[in-house]
């Protein structure tokens, strides 16, 4: 083959990329391995990674293992939705364009507000865009003001984007001891240079933020409100952020239809008020009649770079997550509101009951704010390090994020998680006394 396209070895066929990136993309492989040997190694090599298959894993911290229907990745295989072509054209199909069309209606259901877009990334890129978004809804102003409990990639992420541009400074606003943002600190940070407030709901800590209240803060100082949420089934059972007065809503959707998959691809949502329409990012489908009378979907507003000069884009997002977004549509599809509701309260009643369990066996929970399906614990770390060798990950050491939260464990419980996973999730975090009573 080398000889046929003219080059003299493997080396040449690759020589316009720069030698330090093909010297940092180097794998470790033997050579001359065939397909079923190449295969059996990187399934070795992905066996030694912990999944949901294997140990029992008790972790969230914004990637959350949830069941996904069969349905869903057989109707994805459908060869109108699984094509290497980007579908993202005004002139593609029909079908496409009501799946988006069908994707940005649960999206405004879910979060409450008026209008919802579609193409962006994830949850994080989701709430840097809002960001962007109200800085050009309030030019002029200055501070972002970010919970320190929102999740740490978020804060990263919106750090990244306003990396650039020199008015805008991010401030950060310290959380309370029930675990939610302290709002008397940010009721008397706020000043007339607010452009944002934005609150994690629930924040990385699982606790629920009181998001009416600092939606008040917010529009009190003329600034907007941002609600960003990596577990979205949490909003089938609290009350919306738009019904809370948030001006912009965000969240990832990888709970509803994605598998864990290392923590992505994911796909953002993302909606706000019909006042804001015309400097929401991305893109809107809209559904109209043609000249029969026939209903019809459009690519009705896209204030992005291909469509418009570049100094007016509201994004520079080019591509998107359609296939993504269409597994969340066929997913949200499938349950409907009484059965995401319904999930929903299984995850919540799961994840309360081992909290009960953990504090009966003294592991105390960290926070008493009132929490969704994930929590924090207070136990050594080498009650849970033990209990990885036993094969139970038992949840995230937050010290890795907030090196004051010393032995502080965040864990997640959702509907995947069985008793006798639970029991062994109990009896490794109980303390030595209590597990001496239990024998």
Do not use: K
Not at 165 to 187: C, I, K, M, N, S
Not at 411 to 427: F, K, N, Q, S, Y
């Amino acid at each position: 083959m080398l000889a046929a396209i003219g080059a003299s070895s493997i080396d040449d066929l690759f020589a316009h990329v720069p030698a330090g990136l093909r010297t940092r993309a180097a794998i470790d492989l033997p050579a001359g391995l065939t397909e079923p040997e190449l295969r059996a190694r990187f399934e070795a090599l992905a066996a030694r990674n912990a999944n949901g298959a294997g140990p029992a894993v008790f972790l969230g911290a914004g990637a959350y293992p949830h069941w996904v229907p069969a349905a869903v990745d057989q109707l994805l295989l459908r060869s109108e939705f699984l094509t290497a072509y980007t579908p993202y054209q005004p002139e593609v199909s029909q079908g496409t364009l009501q799946a988006t069309f069908e994707f940005q209606t649960f999206v405004a259901l879910l979060l409450g507000l008026d209008v919802a877009n579609a193409s962006l990334y994830d949850g994080a890129s989701a709430a840097a865009e809002a960001v962007l978004m109200a800085r050009r809804v309030l030019p002029g102003r200055r501070t972002v003001w970010v919970s320190s409990a929102l999740h740490p990639h978020y804060r990263a992420v919106i750090r990244t984007y306003v990396r650039g541009l020199a008015d805008v400074e991010v401030r950060e606003v310290p959380f309370a001891a029930d675990g939610r943002t302290d709002l008397g600190a940010l009721g008397a940070a706020l000043g007339p240079d607010a452009i944002a407030v934005v609150l994690g709901q629930p924040n990385v800590f699982g606790v629920l933020e009181d998001a009416a209240h600092a939606a008040e803060l917010a529009r009190a100082a003329g600034a907007l409100s941002i609600t960003a949420t990596a577990e979205p089934l949490a909003l089938a059972m609290v009350r919306p952020p738009g019904a809370c007065g948030v001006d912009i809503a965000v969240a990832e959707g990888q709970s509803f239809g994605l598998p864990v998959a290392y923590g992505g691809p994911g796909v953002g949502l993302f909606a706000t008020r019909e006042r804001y329409v015309r400097s929401m990012p991305g893109r809107v489908v809209g559904e109209t009649v043609d000249a029969h009378g026939r209903r019809g979907f459009v690519l009705t507003l896209a204030a992005r770079e291909q469509h418009i000069r570049r100094e007016r884009a509201t994004s520079n997002i080019c591509t998107n997550q359609g296939l993504c977004a269409l597994a969340v549509t066929i997913y949200l599809s499938l349950l409907g509101r009484q059965g995401l509701g319904a999930l929903a309260a299984t995850n919540y009643r799961a994840a309360h009951a081992v909290a009960d369990r953990l504090e009966a066996a003294g592991v105390p929970r960290r926070f008493g704010g009132p929490f969704f399906n994930e929590f924090v614990v207070q136990a050594p770390a080498a009650r849970w390090e033990a209990l990885v060798r036993e094969g139970v990950v038992a949840g995230f050491p937050l010290a890795r994020w907030y090196p004051a939260l010393e032995d502080a464990l965040l864990l997640c419980v959702t509907e995947v998680h069985g008793a006798r996973d639970i029991d062994r999730l109990v009896r490794g975090l109980a303390a030595p006394a209590a597990r001496a009573a239990r024998g």
